[in-house]
């Protein structure tokens, strides 16, 4: 079975930290963009962050540069986003997708997304 599983997420304080992983299961994620979007409530998804899992380049929305970082484990095919400086507009559900393309990708086509997971930032 094809699939993305996600881990991490939860409640965390304004200024603290998370992360999430990302692990592909029954494919490879060489070759393919893989990252997260994520979607609060009354608002649209957008495209968090991703990694080229081929080359290692990097694409991250404005809002979150400086305070997150996408990483692979090619071994364990497996991504990661460590959040840090947490705010409460980064409170969202994030998912975790990824498509050969990254045009796809940046477009919110993805072929591949896992089930989404909840991340509060809240005093």
């Known amino acids: 079975q094809l699939q993305l599983v996600e881990s991490g997420g939860g409640l965390v304080q304004p200024g603290g930290s998370l992360r999430l992983s990302c692990a592909a299961s029954?494919?490879?994620?060489?070759?393919?963009?893989i990252g997260w979007f994520r979607q609060a409530p009354g608002k649209e998804r957008e495209g968090v962050s991703c990694?080229?899992?081929?080359?290692?380049?990097?694409y991250y929305i404005d809002s979150v540069k400086g305070r997150f970082t996408i990483s692979r484990d090619n071994a364990k095919n497996t991504v990661y986003l460590e959040m840090n400086s947490l705010k409460p507009e980064d409170t969202a559900v994030y998912y975790c997708t990824a498509d050969p393309s990254f045009h796809n990708w940046i477009t919110g086509k993805g072929n591949y997304w896992s089930q989404g997971t909840q991340v509060t930032v809240s005093s």
């Open positions: 029954g494919f490879t994620l060489d070759n393919y963009a």
């Open positions: 990694i080229s899992h081929s080359d290692g380049n990097t």
